[in-house]
């Protein structure tokens, strides 16, 4: 049986704290002291949308994937995003906007009573934390619990920093930008 889609975003936006649902102009809006954080529609083709409000700097990103992200009439100019639903529809992805767009809306207080957006980690700021886990481990002595770090970190160096990590001496690990 197939997904119902206004009833997944309906399930995810109606979730967060004094969330409603009104109707619009024919179709569900969902909102937060009267001001909407999910907007649903249809495109030209007859495809269920929604729209939401992106965090700063994330709009051209999605916009820059293509389909199903596209410029919705009137708010995009404001930093909303649409977004198409249907069977290739990434749920993670889609409840991941209407939470930050939430976010975006809901008064501080409502906002943070979700908690903080978790931010992305570079890849460098990834490896730096693997394998600042792996020379803790040698410096106390324990053998590190996941050997591949340091030659994961290694092999993707090629378009960013070096490490060079050695495991019998973790005195003479390097890091070069």
């Given at each position: 049986?197939?997904?119902d889609?206004?009833q997944a975003?309906?399930?995810i936006?109606?979730g967060f704290?004094e969330?409603?649902e009104?109707?619009?102009?024919g179709?569900p809006?969902?909102?937060v002291?009267?001001?909407?954080f999910?907007g649903?529609?249809?495109d030209?083709e007859g495809?269920t949308?929604?729209?939401?409000k992106?965090?700063?700097?994330?709009?051209?990103t999605?916009?820059?994937?293509?389909?199903?992200?596209?410029l919705?009439?009137?708010v995009g100019?404001?930093?909303?995003v649409g977004?198409?639903l249907?069977d290739?529809t990434?749920w993670r992805?889609?409840h991941?906007?209407?939470?930050?767009?939430?976010?975006?809306i809901?008064?501080g207080?409502?906002?943070?009573s979700?908690?903080?957006?978790s931010?992305?980690r570079s890849?460098?700021?990834?490896?730096?934390v693997?394998?600042?886990?792996?020379i803790?481990?040698?410096?106390?002595?324990?053998?590190?619990?996941?050997?591949?770090v340091?030659?994961d970190?290694?092999?993707?160096?090629?378009?960013g920093p070096?490490?060079a990590?050695?495991?019998?001496?973790p005195?003479s690990s390097t890091?070069?930008?």
């Amino acid at each position: 049986m197939a997904l119902d889609p206004l009833q997944a975003v309906r399930d995810i936006a109606l979730g967060f704290p004094e969330a409603v649902e009104k109707e619009t102009a024919g179709h569900p809006t969902y909102r937060v002291r009267d001001k909407v954080f999910v907007g649903c529609g249809q495109d030209e083709e007859g495809r269920t949308t929604i729209t939401v409000k992106a965090v700063t700097g994330e709009q051209g990103t999605l916009l820059a994937k293509g389909d199903p992200y596209f410029l919705p009439k009137y708010v995009g100019s404001r930093g909303w995003v649409g977004v198409r639903l249907d069977d290739e529809t990434d749920w993670r992805k889609v409840h991941e906007l209407i939470i930050d767009s939430y976010r975006e809306i809901a008064p501080g207080p409502l906002a943070m009573s979700i908690g903080v957006r978790s931010a992305e980690r570079s890849r460098a700021a990834a490896a730096f934390v693997a394998v600042g886990g792996v020379i803790g481990e040698l410096v106390e002595g324990k053998p590190p619990k996941d050997q591949q770090v340091a030659e994961d970190v290694q092999e993707d160096a090629d378009d960013g920093p070096r490490i060079a990590l050695d495991p019998d001496d973790p005195g003479s690990s390097t890091v070069e930008l």
